[in-house]
């Protein structure tokens, strides 16, 4: 599991922009690692969530952690960063609103690593530092709106790229820890990171999801462009396992662009359902790696750039692993909070 978290790393690289100097690094201080004594962000503080349903009208929540969007020069971003809190906010509206219609919407901004410090230290020191300051925020969140916002609701968790990375960490390790929590989450969309048995055997509670309908599961996918080769350290690991998003399946029966409920794409005319664009397979590559293989959209338009293969390999469609199925995704919560509220 310790080696998604180095992964989801490679992610904040990828997603990355500034140039960071080696000087003003270390004139930083170095982040906290696992095991140290971590302050976490004061939930407390209304200011520290992004989303927040103070009157919740629904029956369901949904936890939301949003991925990369920490671009300063900081080993470790202060959890006051207007930019990766404006990033955030826009990866909502363009994402994560995806799910927001299947319950009452918490994300909280959590302190994310600077990419390029954290890619120069060896793996063993990247592992610590990526269990100190996310985790502990994470989990400090997710404890807060459990004692003071969910009042015992079932809850949805969502996540995309290094959120999923500490999705895992919720699901694998706190819930492990706290199986009563575990028995209301009607779902977990961990999407963009590699889920696998090794993984599921951190937990035995947890379990893949198999269909549209069922319930307690974590869904997971990864998109490529047919001829990926996937980034040796990148998101898609050995073993990593995929569900269809269109026919939620795990069979390797292709669903047409046109089976597709519509994703949801910056246009010219600005964020915009599209039709007929994304197709998906559930394809194995080499390592028993399980993604989903998109051959209708165009990767000179939608695929990953050229300097972010270096992280994610070539054929990545990872930007846009919620976007192409953005309505599949909402039909699907949807779905499971109804499966779940029938029991």
């Known amino acids: 599991m310790k080696k998604n978290l180095v992964l989801a790393l490679a992610v904040v690289f990828a997603l990355s922009l500034t140039a960071c100097g080696a000087k003003s690094q270390k004139e930083s201080g170095l982040p906290p690692v696992e095991g140290d004594s971590i302050t976490a962000v004061d939930y407390a503080d209304e200011n520290n969530w992004a989303l927040l349903k103070q009157n919740p009208d629904q029956p369901v929540d949904v936890f939301i952690l949003y991925p990369t969007m920490y671009q300063g020069e900081a080993p470790l971003a202060g959890i006051d960063d207007e930019g990766m809190r404006g990033r955030a906010d826009d990866w909502y509206i363009r ?10 919407v918490y994300m909280p901004y959590y302190r994310q690593l600077n990419a390029v410090w954290a890619l120069s230290q060896t793996p063993e020191e990247r592992n610590k530092y990526a269990n100190g300051a996310s985790k502990t925020d994470v989990f400090a969140a997710f404890e807060y709106y459990l004692e003071n916002y969910n009042n015992g609701r079932p809850f949805i968790i969502a996540s995309h790229s290094q959120g999923s990375a500490m999705a895992m960490e919720v699901v694998f390790d706190y819930f492990a820890q706290n199986p009563e929590v575990a028995e209301r989450m009607v779902a977990a969309y961990i ?8 993984d599921l055997a951190r937990n035995p509670n947890m379990r893949f999801a198999e269909n549209a309908d069922d319930t307690g599961v974590i869904i997971s996918y ?14 898609i690991l050995p073993g990593a ?10 069979s390797g029966e292709t669903a047409s662009a046109e089976a597709n409920l519509g994703s949801y794409m910056n246009t010219d005319n600005g964020l915009e359902k599209m039709m007929n664009l994304a197709d998906a397979t559930v394809s194995e590559l080499d390592n028993n790696m399980e993604v989903i293989l998109c051959s209708t959209a165009d990767y000179s338009t939608y695929g990953i750039t050229e300097e972010m ?10 930007n846009n692993d919620i ?11 949807e779905n499971r909070v109804a499966k779940y509220l029938e029991k």
């Not at 999407?191 to 090794?198: A, L, Y």
């Not at 396992?241 to 795990?250: E, F, K, S, V």
Request: charged letters at 15%.
């Open 95 to 104: 994402n994560g609103s995806a799910f927001e219609t299947a319950g009452n």
């Open 191 to 198: 999407i963009g990171m590699s889920i696998s048995e090794k």
């Open 323 to 333: 976007s192409f199925y953005y309505f599949n995704l909402r039909e699907n919560a």
């Open 241 to 250: 396992m995929a569900i269809n998003p269109i026919t939620w399946t795990r």
């Open 222 to 235: 990864n998109v490529v462009a047919p001829g990926a080769e996937p980034a040796a350290n990148g998101v």
């Open 309 to 318: 293969q270096a992280v994610f390999g070539k054929g990545s469609y990872h």
